[in-house]
């Protein structure tokens, strides 16, 4: 495991297992990406994005171009979730528009995909640790994965999509069978990350971005049992390492998947009122949620929005984040503002 497990614990794995710090500590979710003109640099060095996740030497450059800028107190790990349905063997490719799949066509798509690929994500354990020796001991290294259910989405749809009926109408028609799709996922997902925690991450987070499309009965049967599931065997395997659930759009179920999966943090998504974030603070660490075009605004309105973030959720184990990921559009100075303001305590 990384130098970070017997050394020092970090800001951040302090308030993942439940103190309270005031800064709290703080990274974004798309911290490295297309807003920074020196990704841009770097991401015209590799012919395609697979290509740049899938080497090292960039991977790890992407990772640590936004901590050297702004300092937060963790890298995520420069990769992506759709590296798992192409180990599994779907092809994938992004274009203008996002990743396109080859849409799997329920269980005779099945068939034809196999664990057998999965030494193809070798390459991200190599980022981690050129990563992992990039960084100061004091920066924390998340790794993270997509939670089975919004794989399958990409998986099941081929791409983003607006009303995710191909996966809710195989899921609907056919449990069995998407519970064996999802049941691959999950395995391969244990090993993804499994792999990432031995090459040296001190946390993973498993980015569950549709969870917020399903009913009740199916968000229990395909977003929680699958992470409960996956958070009992990483515990198991790696019982000191944090995970973070974000189960993006939970709404009202929030409090069932935080009670109920097991996660030592929840990512709450930027619509969640801050008196229900409380209510989930007094069982688990949580972490956000301001709004990724505050952020883009910038001024008076990001300052109030920090305030009120601070002022609501400061007294317990915070990790301040966004709600979802930075916009490409965002100035980069206003990342900067935000990590002045964040370096002040409010107490
Ligand atoms: O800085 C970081 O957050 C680390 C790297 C990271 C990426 N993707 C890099 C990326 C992480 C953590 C992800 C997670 C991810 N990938 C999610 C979950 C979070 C979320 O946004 O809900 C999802 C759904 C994906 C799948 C994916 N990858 C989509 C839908 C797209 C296209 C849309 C977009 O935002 O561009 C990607 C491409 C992608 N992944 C980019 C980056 C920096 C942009 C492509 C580029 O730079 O050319």
């Known amino acids: 495991m990384g130098a970070m497990n017997s050394a020092q614990p970090t800001r951040l794995a302090r308030v993942l297992t439940g103190e309270v710090l005031d800064p709290p500590p703080w990274w974004l979710m798309r911290q490295a990406g297309r807003y920074l003109p020196e990704y841009r640099a ?7 994005f697979v290509e740049f996740c899938l080497t090292p030497s960039l991977a790890a450059e992407a990772t640590i171009q936004p901590v050297r800028r702004f300092g937060m107190d963790a890298a995520i790990l420069f990769a992506d979730i759709l590296l798992v349905p192409r180990a ?3 092809r994938l490719c992004f ?3 996002g990743p396109v799949l080859d849409a799997i066509d329920e269980t005779a798509g099945l068939a034809r995909l196999s664990s057998s690929g999965i030494s193809s994500l070798e390459p991200v354990y190599e980022t981690v640790r050129v990563s992992r020796a990039a960084l100061t001991p004091e920066t924390a290294l998340i790794g993270f994965a997509g939670a089975p259910w919004t794989v399958a989405t990409y998986m099941a749809e081929g791409g983003a999509s607006r009303d995710f009926r191909r996966v809710k109408a195989w899921a609907y028609r056919d449990p069995p069978g998407f519970a064996a799709l999802l049941e ?3 395995d391969a997902t244990f090993a993804y990350l499994s792999g990432q925690i031995a090459a040296g991450v001190d946390a993973v987070q498993l980015f569950d971005s549709w969870a917020g499309v399903l009913p009740e009965a199916e968000f229990q049967r395909w ?3 699958p992470t409960r599931q996956l958070v009992r065997r990483l515990k ?5 390492v944090p995970v973070i659930g974000f189960p993006r759009g939970a709404g009202q179920l929030y409090e069932r998947y935080v009670a109920e999966t097991g996660v030592d943090a929840v990512g709450i998504d930027t619509v969640i009122p801050l008196d229900a974030a409380r209510r989930l ?3 688990v660490c949580v972490q956000g949620n301001l709004d990724p075009v505050t952020l883009l605004v ?3 309105p990001l300052a109030n929005a920090v305030r009120a973030i601070r002022e609501a959720l400061g007294g317990g184990p915070l990790v301040f984040n966004l709600g979802h990921g930075v916009l490409p559009q965002t100035p980069p100075e206003h990342v900067a503002e935000l990590a002045r303001l964040l370096t002040a305590p409010i107490g």
């Open 236 to 240: 198991q395997a790696f019982p000191t």
């Open 88 to 90: 599994l063997g779907q």
């Open 42 to 48: 770097l991401r015209a060095e590799a012919a395609n």
């Open 298 to 300: 910038g001024g008076e």
């Open 184 to 186: 691959l996922i999950a």
């Open 281 to 283: 603070q007094s069982r």
């Open 223 to 225: 977003v929680i049992a």
């Open 95 to 97: 274009g203008e528009e």
